[in-house]
Nanobody, 132 residues
Framework: QVQLVESGGGLVQAGGSLRLSCAAS????????MGWFRQAPGKEREFVAA???????????DYGDSVKGRFTISRDNAKNTVYLQMNSLKSEDTAVYYC??????????????????????WGQGTQVTVSS
């Protein structure tokens, strides 16, 4: 099993930036696709970004007021950590942000990265609040 711990959230003014980290223990993240999701009060958990198991591709949400072009997902396998750099933050980005990892037999493979059911392990989340 893998344990995921998010950090880096906080209160920021609109237009500001934050970098979220997702540190893993208990298992390497190398070779696994990883995702970031968020959940605002009263709303369902929604996809934000994902990164392919080898880091060669990244994917971003393209719904509504898209995060594409403002957020960047990356990974550092040596540190067993995945990041989400968030720039030009808007009040609509306010949510609890979660990172997610798939189960062990998904190593070196793809998952349905846009959907929560594509993942099996979740962190506890980190709160991001953007004030306007």
């Amino acid at each position: 099993q893998v344990q995921l711990v998010e950090s880096g959230g906080g209160l920021v003014q609109a237009g500001g930036s934050l970098r979220l980290s997702c540190a893993a223990s208990g298992r390497t993240l190398r070779g696994y696709p990883m995702g970031w999701f968020r959940q605002a009060p009263g709303k369902e958990r929604e996809f934000v970004a994902a990164i392919r198991w080898d880091g060669s591709k990244t994917y971003y949400a393209d719904y509504g007021d898209s995060v594409k072009g403002r957020f960047t997902i990356s990974r550092d396998n040596a540190k067993n950590t995945v990041y989400l750099q968030m720039n030009s933050l808007k009040s609509e980005d306010t949510a609890v942000y979660y990172c997610a990892a798939p189960r062990e037999d998904r190593r070196y493979s793809s998952v349905n990265f846009k959907y929560p059911y594509g993942y099996d392990y979740w962190g506890q989340g980190t709160q991001v609040t953007v004030s306007s």
